[in-house]
Structures are given as C-alpha cells and as structure tokens.
C-alpha cells in the first residue's frame, strides 16, 4: 500500500484503492489500518472512515470483524462530514446521504438520504454555474433517480460536463451513443467513437466521493473490446483493437491506481488471446506469452489462475507446467477458490480442472 495521502482527493484515490482490494488478493494488517485511520481523523477524511467503517464492519483484507470498532468509523465519518457540509461540499453531502442508507454512524432513514441527495444536488446546481465539469457530472447522475429524476436535464448536464473536460462524462456519452441506455440517447456510432476516443486521450484518472472512479484506460480497454469484437455497429478492426488495448496496458501504474491496473490487466490478456488464437493476425505463441505473462503479473488473482491453466494446457502459449503451477499457487494464495480447488488435484497428481 502506498503511504498516506495528505490532499483532499488524495483520500478519494486511497479509497477507490481499498475498495478494490479483494480483486487483487492484498491483504493489509491492523498496524497500517490504524495508521490509516489516525491520519484520516488528523486530516478530516470522512472517505477513508467511511470506507475503514465498512471493513470492520464484514472483517474484510486481512482486517477481523469488529462492530464496536466499525460504529465509532462511521460515526467519525459521519462528524467529518457534517464539519464539510458546513464548508459547502457536496460531496460530503452526498457522502452522508449514502451513511443514512444503510444505517452507518447514524440511524438508518431513507428521508434523510433524499433530504441530502437534494442538498447537494442543490449546492452542485450553484458550483456548476461557475463552470464546474464534477458538479455538472454528479448533477447528471442525481437527475436520473426517483426523487429529481428528469432524463433531459440529466443529458444537457452530462453534455456539458463532457465538453468542459470531464473524463467521466465523456466515456458515459460513448457508452450511451453507443448502446442507447437509460439517459435516451439515439445510438449514434460518430458520436459513441467521438466520446469513447476524447476519454481515452485524456490518458488521466479521475476519482469522487463514494469510492467512485473512471480512469483512459477503461476507454481505451472498452474502444479495444468493441473493434476486437464489432459490437454496437463497430467495424471489427484488429489493428485498432491492438492499439487501444496496447494504450490500455500501457496505463498498469504498478499498484499506486488499482482502478486503472484492472483495465490494464484484462487489455493485456485480450491482447494474449488476440495472437493466442490468431484472431485477425497470425498465430504467435510468442507474443500471446508475452501478453499473457503482463496480464498475470499485473491483474487480479482470477487473471493469474486463468492464465496458468493456460501454461498448464498449453493453450496458445508453450506448455510450461512449472509456471502454471506457480500462477495458480499465487492466485490461491490471495484467495481464489478455483484455484485452491486446482492446486489441491495438482497436489494428487490430477489435472487442474
């Protein structure tokens, strides 16, 4: 884990960090919980409480269940949070609006999660006057539930946050011109390629209240899946398939954004599959060991087990039975079923699966 964030959007990249913990098999000890912990109370992160909260709460990464421990996070986070509501955030009310949800360091009470869905809804009405991409993004977001739901408001917000630059935005606008989704869009391709190619320039990574987060390389990896693929009227075209998904790769940031390190994880291993199977170019077991290889060091623990089951076949890649045996060793080691199931027939002398 990397150390401790001392800026305000800081608290929310180590907080999409943690809640991604699990698909990477990391586990953290109490020593550096509570050190997180003490600097998110010195500091007013209401985030990271909220989010520590949630880990005592279900005993999660390593940490053991304690309820005590976690009603005295989500109180804290709750305290934070009313300390920044006063300054005018609304994030923080949006951040509270979720606490009352399900119960967590105050009473549970679906009013006053609507009570301060409006708020903040309120307060990002006036940010977004000033020109705010975030506050026009969240606005688009809150116009489609039930309590203010207006689908056109909710698209003129989403456009204009995509235009002023908003990385969220601009993927969000590719997905619904090209699926024609909730927010009624027509499916339009010019559009859905325009949007999807802005996102994927950026080349940034962008995060928000509620552990929430959007980074190039899920643009990159989803502009690779649909030329690889031909979904949603794209034309299948490997060659820009092979370029996206290189660009996604490209992004893996070595641990310090876990978001971003999953797209780069499964580009990796399409790109694996791509000369694995010779799907539009020819046959490389070469080149798919080298795909695959990024994909397993880089990506979640199922990744790691799929691609050692891989070696083990020698399915597109060079039978290597001694590396599938330490890839699916490692995935079990983090936690992953299957592949405790498989490491235990390896054990008997049986095949994997």
């Not at 880990?55 to 005295?72: E, L, M, N, S």
Request: aromatic share 12%; hydrophobic share 35%.
């Amino acid at each position: 884990m990397n150390d401790y964030p001392t800026s305000a959007n800081g608290q929310y990249e180590l907080a999409s960090n943690l809640s991604h913990l699990d698909e990477f098999g990391i586990t953290i000890d109490e020593a550096t919980a509570a050190y997180y912990i003490s600097k998110a109370i010195e500091l007013g992160h209401a985030e990271i409480l909220k989010c520590f909260g949630g880990i005592y709460k279900t005993g999660r990464h390593g940490i053991p269940k304690d309820k005590k421990k976690a009603v005295f996070l989500y109180t804290e986070a709750v305290r934070q949070y009313l300390k920044d509501i006063d300054l005018g955030s609304a994030d923080a009310m949006i951040g509270l609006s979720t606490c009352y949800i399900g119960g967590s360091g105050v009473r549970k009470d679906l009013k006053m999660c609507d009570y301060w869905s409006l708020k903040a809804a309120e307060q990002y009405a006036k940010d977004a006057e000033r020109g705010d991409a975030h506050a026009l993004y969240y606005l688009s977001i809150l116009y489609t539930q039930y309590i203010m739901k207006d689908i056109n408001k909710a698209r003129i917000c989403l456009l204009r946050a995509a235009e002023l630059g908003s990385l969220a935005a601009q993927l969000r606008l590719g997905q619904q011109y090209c699926e024609a989704g909730y927010l009624e869009f027509p499916q339009d391709l010019n559009k859905a390629i325009y949007w999807y190619t802005k996102a994927a320039e950026q080349n940034r990574f962008e995060c928000y209240a509620n552990y929430s987060s959007t980074c190039s390389a899920e643009a990159q990896r989803e502009l690779g899946d649909k030329y690889y693929g031909g979904w949603h009227g794209f034309p299948k075209d490997i060659d820009k398939a092979i370029y996206w998904y290189t660009k996604a790769d490209a992004a893996y940031s070595g641990g310090k954004y876990r978001h971003v390190d999953i797209y780069a994880a499964i580009a990796a291993d399409n790109l694996g599959e791509i000369y694995a199977k010779g799907n539009g170019v020819s046959i490389d077991k070469e080149k798919a060991s080298y795909w695959y290889t990024k994909a397993a060091e880089q990506g979640r623990v199922y990744l790691k087990y799929q691609i050692g089951l891989k070696y083990y076949q020698g399915d597109g890649v060079p039978k290597d039975v001694e590396k599938a045996k330490r890839l699916i060793t490692l995935a079990a080691e983090r936690g992953e079923e299957d592949a405790q199931k498989a490491l235990k027939r390896l054990s008997k002398g049986k095949s994997p699966v």
